[in-house]
C-alpha cells in the first residue's frame, strides 16, 4: 500500500472514537512483529523511531525498512518520528519519507514552544508531513510522579487551545499524568481525564498519550523469571487506557512493553538454549513476542478490523 500520512489515520480514529497504537521500532525483529500483528488483526499502524533509534540504526534505513515492509501489506502504516528534538533530524525526516513528526519543546516556555512548532508546521505540511507537538511535562524514564507536584507539570487547557489554533498542528500530546519508562508512579496510576475531555472539547484535535505502557505482569512475568532485575516497576493499567481513549485520545504510544516483552523472550531462550547461536532462533522470540503485546494493544485500543481496506 505504500505509506500514509499520520493525518489520515489519526483523523479517522477521531471520527469514528478509537485509537491507533505507535509503536517504537530500531530493529527489524521489531518492525516486521508490530507489522505482522497489525495485519493479522487489519489494523492501522502507525510505527515510529525517536533520535535515539536514528543513532542506532540510521535514517535511511529505517525508512527503508518501513516503506518495504509497508508496500507488501495492504494496511495503513504511517512512520513517525517520536520526541523530534534536534531540527536536523527534523527536517531531515521531513525531506527522506517520515509521514508524520513529532516536535517536543515542551521543555520550552510555552511561547517558544509555540514558534518552534510553528515553524515545523510550516515546513512540514509543505510536503504533506502531519505534526504532532506537546503540552506540559512527561517525566523522564527515572523520574516518578509525585503527586503532590503532579499538576505542575501537565498541561494547561486553555494554553492547548491557543497553542492549536495558532500552530496549525495535526495531533496534539498533552501531559496528563503519565510518565515515560517502566517506573511511572509512586503510588497508585492515574490520568487526569477531566484534562484530557477539556482539551479534546476546546481543540477538537486527535490527542495522543505517551508512556501508555502497562508493564503488566504478564509482560514482565517471563524477564524476571528468567533473571532480569525489575524491582518496583509499574505501569498504566488497561481500563485508564480504555478510558483516556473514551475521553478523546487517538493514538496511544509504546514502547516499553514491547522492550519488556521482547527481553523476557530473549532471555528464556538464551536460558534455555545455551548452545544455540543462531540469531535467528535467538530473535525470533523476540519478534514474537513483539507481536502478540501489540496484538493484545490493538483490541485494546479498538484498532481492529479499522485498517481494511
Ligand atoms: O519516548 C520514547 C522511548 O520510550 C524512549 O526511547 O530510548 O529510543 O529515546 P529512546
Ligand atoms: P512507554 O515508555 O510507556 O512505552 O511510552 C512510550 C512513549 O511515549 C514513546 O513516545
Ligand atoms: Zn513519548
Known amino acids: 500500500m505504500g505509506l500514509v500520512s499520520l493525518s489520515e489515520v489519526l483523523e479517522k480514529a477521531n471520527a469514528n472514537?478509537?485509537?491507533v497504537g505507535a509503536f517504537n521500532f530500531s530493529n527489524l525483529e521489531f518492525l516486521t512483529g508490530i507489522i505482522e500483528a497489525a495485519v493479522e488483526l487489519e489494523s492501522p499502524i502507525i510505527v515510529q523511531t525517536t533520535e535515539g533509534a536514528v543513532n542506532y540504526?540510521?535514517?535511511g534505513l529505517l525508512i527503508a525498512m518501513t516503506k518495504t515492509a509497508a508496500s507488501s501489506v495492504k494496511i495503513p502504516v504511517a512512520l513517525h518520528l517520536d520526541h523530534g528534538k534536534d531540527m536536523d533530524v527534523i527536517t531531515a525526516a521531513i525531506k527522506s519519507g517520515y509521514t508524520g513528526v513529532m516536535?517536543?519543546?515542551s521543555d520550552k516556555p510555552f511561547s517558544e514552544n509555540l514558534s518552534i512548532t510553528r515553524r515545523v508546521v510550516e515546513q512540514a505540511h509543505a510536503r504533506g508531513v502531519s505534526v504532532e507537538a506537546e503540552?506540559?511535562?512527561?517525566?523522564?524514564?527515572?523520574d516518578h510522579i509525585d503527586v503532590s507536584e503532579r499538576d505542575a507539570y501537565l498541561v494547561d487547557p486553555d494554553e492547548a487551545e491557543k497553542f492549536a489554533r495558532e500552530t496549525g498542528i495535526d495531533a496534539l500530546a498533552p501531559a496528563v499524568?503519565?510518565?515515560h519508562g517502566a517506573f511511572k508512579y509512586k503510588g497508585e496510576a492515574c490520568i487526569d481525564f477531566e484534562r484530557i475531555t477539556r482539551v479534546k472539547t476546546d481543540c477538537g484535535l486527535p490527542l495522543v498519550l505517551h508512556g501508555a505502557s502497562g508493564v503488566s505482569e504478564w509482560i514482565v512475568a517471563k524477564a524476571v523469571r528468567y533473571?532480569?532485575?525489575l524491582p518496583g516497576v509499574k505501569g498504566v493499567p488497561d481500563e485508564l487506557v480504555s478510558r483516556a481513549i473514551k475521553a478523546g485520545v487517538n493514538k496511544v504510544n509504546v514502547d516499553t512493553d514491547l522492550r519488556l516483552a521482547g527481553l523476557g523472550a530473549l532471555?528464556?531462550?538464551l536460558a534455555e538454549k545455551p548452545a544455540e547461536f543462531d540469531p535467528r532462533k535467538l530473535l525470533g522470540p523476540v519478534k514474537s513476542a513483539v507481536k502478540e503485546?501489540?496484538?493484545q494493544k490493538i483490541n485494546l485500543f479498538g484498532s481492529a478490523g479499522k485498517g481494511r481496506t
Not at 135 to 142: I, N, S, T, V
Open 17 to 19: 472514537g478509537y485509537a
Open 57 to 59: 540504526a540510521g535514517m
Open 103 to 105: 516536535i517536543d519543546a
Open 135 to 142: 503540552l506540559g511535562r512527561l517525566m523522564g524514564q527515572e
Open 177 to 179: 499524568g503519565t510518565a
Open 227 to 229: 533473571g532480569a532485575d
Open 267 to 269: 532471555r528464556q531462550v
Open 293 to 295: 503485546v501489540v496484538s
